[in-house]
Every structure is written in structure tokens, then in C-alpha cells.
């Protein structure tokens, strides 16, 4: 009989990732701004509504920002007992599967992909963890799911 740890959580940690999206983020709103004084500078003045716009941009930016910096802080894959939990973005809810729903686990380099027996799937990007968690990751799938974990080295070799 398999003992499974009846709850356990990855976090994201790859934070040169996350540090980079930040960037990102800072840049796009830094274009904005000066596409803005780009056209007060032609112009000598500004439409109202490209003023509400860039001051709604900049909010957004720097909740982006923010929560890029934040991410290491934040659980990605949560296993418990015949669930697994997983992040799906800023905004979105966080994707559910039961064991028994999992009809198939396909990893292609670094992506791992879960199917449901409903169509619906996940995909599992191991860059955003650890090569430890990765590790971990992948036993923990190859515990639960057995002939339903696949990889692209086992089908090339049927």
C-alpha cells in the first residue's frame, strides 16, 4: 500500500522569471507615459480621455508589477489527498481535478499537460519551479496516475 502526504504545496521559484515579467510590465507603462508626452509636446496639449486612460494604465501596471514581485510568494501546484489544485493566472479561478478525473498526463520537455475526462486540460510549466519541485512534481504524477503519466520519449519509442 502507497502512503500519499495527505497535503503538500510547489511554489513558484524561478524569480529571474518573474523579475523579468515585472520589467516588463514597468516598460509598457513607461512607453505609454511617454507616448503621452510624446503628443502634449506635438500638440501643446492633451485630450482628457488619453489622460483617464494612461492613469488607468498606470494602476494596472503597477498591480502587474506587483504582483509579478509577489509570485515566488505564491503556491502553483497544490496536491491533496486525490485532488490536485492549480494556478491558473492573475485573475482566474484556480483549476480542480480529482484523481479519478485525470484521464491523461503528458509531459513534453519542460510542460506537463493534465487532461480531464471532460476535454478539459492543464498545463504544468516546470521552469516556474524548482528543478527540486519539478522533481517532486513528476513522482508525486507518476505515483498517482501510473499508466496514465506519459512522456514524449515513451511514445517515440512505440
Do not use: C
Not at 20 to 36: S, T
Not at 146 to 153: F, L, N
Amino acid at each position: 500500500m502507497v502512503m500519499m502526504i495527505s497535503e503538500w504545496n510547489i511554489q513558484y521559484s524561478n524569480s529571474s522569471i518573474w523579475k523579468k515579467k515585472a520589467r516588463g510590465a514597468f516598460f509598457n507603462w513607461l512607453a505609454q507615459v511617454i507616448v503621452l508626452f510624446f503628443i502634449l509636446f506635438r500638440n501643446g496639449r492633451v485630450v482628457d480621455f488619453l489622460v483617464y486612460v494612461v492613469g488607468v494604465m498606470t494602476v494596472i501596471s503597477v498591480l502587474q508589477m506587483i504582483h509579478y514581485l509577489k509570485m515566488p510568494e505564491r503556491d502553483y501546484i497544490r496536491f491533496e489527498e486525490q485532488v490536485i489544485d492549480i494556478r491558473r493566472g492573475i485573475t482566474g479561478p484556480r483549476w480542480r481535478a480529482a484523481d479519478e478525473e485525470v484521464k491523461r498526463v503528458q509531459q513534453v520537455g519542460d510542460v506537463l499537460t493534465i487532461r480531464k475526462e471532460s476535454g478539459d486540460d492543464k498545463e504544468i510549466y516546470l521552469e516556474n519551479v524548482s528543478e527540486t519541485d519539478a522533481d517532486k512534481i513528476i513522482q508525486e504524477f507518476r505515483k498517482r496516475y501510473g499508466e496514465r503519466m506519459h512522456t514524449k520519449a515513451e511514445e517515440e519509442s512505440y
